[in-house]
């Protein structure tokens, strides 16, 4: 018994230090928010993709950089509106 509160205590840990973790409450829309910025935050850490995607669209790896950072704000699009309960 005692080992499993000690995994419950370390999920919620984890999911209070990381925000994609996601849990029990998360909408589809929410987990696929988290994924879609997190792709997006790998695609400019990494040069090489990043340079991938300049050649690609024929902009500068600054535009580039720009163009991601602003799809980050929104990647899903706006949020679905919440039925009343």
Request: charged share 25%.
């Amino acid at each position: 018994m005692g080992e499993r509160y000690n995994i419950h205590s370390q999920l919620e840990h984890l999911q209070s230090k990381y925000i994609g973790t996601g849990h029990a409450d998360t909408t589809k829309f929410e987990w696929l928010t988290n994924q879609h910025r997190d792709s997006l935050a790998s695609y400019m850490g990494h040069y090489d993709i990043l340079n991938y995607f300049a050649i690609a669209e024929n902009e500068s790896k600054a535009r580039v950089r720009f163009n991601l950072m602003e799809r980050m704000l929104q990647p899903c699009g706006p949020p679905p509106e919440k039925l009343d309960d």
